[in-house]
């Protein structure tokens, strides 16, 4: 079963930018669709955006031109590059292994404030 670890959280001023990295512990290339969740204070999980091999993508309607989801199969990664930060982005973010396997990570946080 793939194991998944997200790194690159951190705290960030408004306006700001980060990048995630979730790296798998066997290839990805098998896992078709792959995708980042966030979990604010006192609020469900949600998703943020997926990808699907062959690059297609999705993402939540906040998220929409400022975040950008990619994947490297030969690294066995996928990234989340986030931009013109908010301090609502403030939350836990999740990389999650959708189909065919399912597994979730540890999850990193990710801070923004002045």
């Known amino acids: 079963q793939v194991q998944l670890v997200e790194s690159g959280g951190g705290l960030v001023q408004p306006g700001g930018s980060l990048r995630l990295s979730c790296a798998a512990s066997g290839s990805i290339f098998s896992i078709d669709v792959m995708g980042w969740y966030r979990q604010a204070p006192g609020k469900e999980r949600e998703l943020v955006a997926t990808?699907?091999?062959?690059?297609?993508?999705y993402y939540a309607d906040s998220m929409k031109g400022r975040f950008t989801i990619s994947r490297d199969n030969g690294k066995n990664t996928v990234y989340l590059e986030m931009n013109s930060l908010k301090p609502e982005d403030t939350a836990v973010y999740y990389c999650?292994?959708?189909?065919?396997?399912?597994?979730w990570g540890q999850g990193t946080q990710v801070t923004v404030s002045s």
């Open positions: 999650r292994a959708i189909a065919p396997f399912h597994a």
């Open positions: 990808i699907i091999n062959g690059s297609s993508t």
